[in-house]
């Protein structure tokens, strides 16, 4: 394993949502809104959260584990490493993950030559399940595209991992001001999350082989 791979995560179980809007806090995000209610569910199967807004931090372009120069990539790399599931969460610009988002999966790219101590992608036996929202279609493509660079760089993909919420063609409501949650969205996210943790929990009793 490299030196430069954090330690595993502890025996408590834990879920981080990397939020990819394009705000930087305190701004209002209805991709955080989805995002803490994910973790909401998740925390019922008995995990620690946390939420991270991205554009809080000077995220380089490049395909390193650090960039130099004052990147901050590297103290979210320890809290992805730190936890077991990924919530990828993001807004839908003009029909596409956020521009945030792709960068994220740019910078795992660097995942790839990490391994750990038998000799496997350093990523496996972590899950990721991806949130996405937008007043425009898109979701169903950017949870696609989602899905297999997390893949990729090692994560699992638990079923029916991909929740959203499109507003009305031309309508410009965000999902932060609706009065409730639609019960297609909660129940989707309910899903989402018990298969999260089923598929996290028979991940950490028994990971995949090295080969």
Known sequence: MSDHVPSPSSAT?????LVCSLKPSPSPSSSEVMARQVLEEIAKHGYETESVRVADYDVRPGVEADM??????PLLRRKLYDADVLV???PT?????????QRVLERLDAELSETDERGRPALYGKVA????????D????IIADAFQGLNDMGYTVAAQGGTYWNAEAMNPREYRELDSTPEAVASTTRSLAANAAHMEGLLRQRNYPAT
Do not use: C, Y
């Open 129 to 136: 399940v991806v949130a996405v929202v937008g007043n425009e």
């Open 138 to 141: 898109g979701a169903h493509k």
């Open 88 to 90: 990828f969460a993001t």
């Open 93 to 101: 610009w003009v029909g596409h993950m956020s521009s945030i988002a």
């Open 68 to 73: 130099g120069g004052g990147d901050q990539w």
């Open 13 to 17: 179980p834990r879920a981080l949502a």
